[in-house]
């Protein structure tokens, strides 16, 4: 059973930035894809940001430019760097993995079958 354990949410100012962390219990490169995804009030959860085991990167364009996904596999930990955060990145931010994914929808949440509780985000 894998476990995933997300840190680093908080409250910042419009432009500000933050790190989230994603602990994993198991070695981050047994799986395909590991990834952010966000969910705000009243709407659909969507993919922000996946890593491949190979080091590739696939984002959401909004986030293009402004985050970073990046993985320690020495550590197990996913991270998230954001950047120039705006008013419409205030959401629950969920670390996930996936061991198979489908290559046209690596983004899409129902590929990915472990989820952290989440660490909420808010930017004003």
């Known amino acids: 059973h894998v476990q995933l354990v997300e840190s680093g949410g908080g409250s910042v100012q419009v432009g500000g930035s933050l790190r989230l962390s994603c602990a994993a219990s198991v070695d981050t490169s047994s799986h395909v894809f590991i990834g952010w995804f966000r969910q705000a009030p009243g709407k659909e959860r969507e993919g922000v940001a996946t890593i491949r085991t190979d080091g590739t990167t696939i984002y959401e364009d909004s986030v293009k430019g402004r985050f970073t996904i990046s993985q320690n596999t020495a550590k197990n930990t996913l991270y998230l760097q954001m950047n120039s955060l705006e008013p419409e990145d205030t959401a629950m931010y969920y670390c996930?993995?996936?061991?198979?994914?489908?290559?046209?929808?690596?983004?899409?949440?129902?590929?990915?079958?472990?989820w952290g509780q989440g660490t909420q985000v808010t930017v004003s």
């Open positions: 996930a993995a996936a061991r198979t994914v489908y290559a046209g929808d690596v983004l899409g949440k129902n590929q990915y079958e472990y």
